[in-house]
């Protein structure tokens, strides 16, 4: 298991940063390797990405959401990945965007481009390219403001509902990926999402 955690800071309120990263269909347009993401239901969304020149698709789980501070996942099957992206208020007009993820790289392309930190790479470079889509748009191409609580929240584990109490698609988009489960993931320096303050961006975080 390989893990990784990058953060990034968005000239953009924290709704804004928040709203757009729930429109999973965009992330093409900033996410290297991201073919398409399909929005299925509510909390089900299908992948096709490019691994080290290998295809992949594959079904994230949407497993946690609340707006303006978090948005967690996991994969269906194979691949095996599950992450959490955070949002912590700056100021007004700024937001730190921090993804955690832990994957399992499958195959000797997956596995040397583990090693040789190219993953690592990518997800920072997506993590920028998205600083850019958004500071470039000035506000989001859509939002979903709905709930879905975590299984710690709703006392089962995960199961298939809908759950939440979520207000649906505020501009007719489509929904994100989330939690992967309730030790996921572990402790972190960072106080809890939404408001500020946050430790300066080059303090160091642990990795998941």
């Known amino acids: 298991m390989s893990s990784i955690q990058q953060s990034v800071d968005v000239n953009v309120p924290i709704h804004t940063a928040y709203n757009q990263w729930t429109q999973f269909e965009s992330f093409p347009e900033f996410m290297e390797g991201v073919a398409s993401v399909t929005q299925v239901g509510d909390r089900r969304t299908d992948w096709v990405v490019q691994i080290a020149g290998v295809r992949r698709e594959f ?46 790289p499958e195959g000797f392309l997956e596995k040397a481009a583990d090693a040789l930190q190219l993953v690592r ?35 089962d584990t995960g199961g298939s509902g809908t759950g939440g109490s979520g207000t649906g698609y505020d501009i007719g988009e489509p929904a994100p990926p989330q939690s992967v489960n309730p030790e996921y993931p572990p402790q972190s320096p960072l106080p809890p999402p939404g408001t500020g303050p946050v430790p300066p961006h080059d303090t160091p975080g642990p990795l998941i």
Do not use: C, N
């Not at 967690?72 to 949002?87: E, K, N």
């Not at 993804?99 to 399992?104: I, W």
């Open 59 to 104: 079904e994230a789980e949407i497993t946690e959401q609340h707006p303006d501070e978090r948005v967690a996942w996991r994969s269906v099957d194979t691949p095996r990945q599950a992450g959490v992206v955070t949002f912590h208020r700056l100021g007004d007009a700024t937001t730190r965007v921090t993804l955690q993820m832990d994957y399992d």
């Open 121 to 155: 790479m990518r997800v920072k470079g997506d993590l920028e390219r998205f600083k850019t889509f958004i500071e470039s748009r000035g506000g989001e191409t859509g939002a979903w403001r709905g709930e879905v609580p975590g299984p710690h929240q709703r006392g």
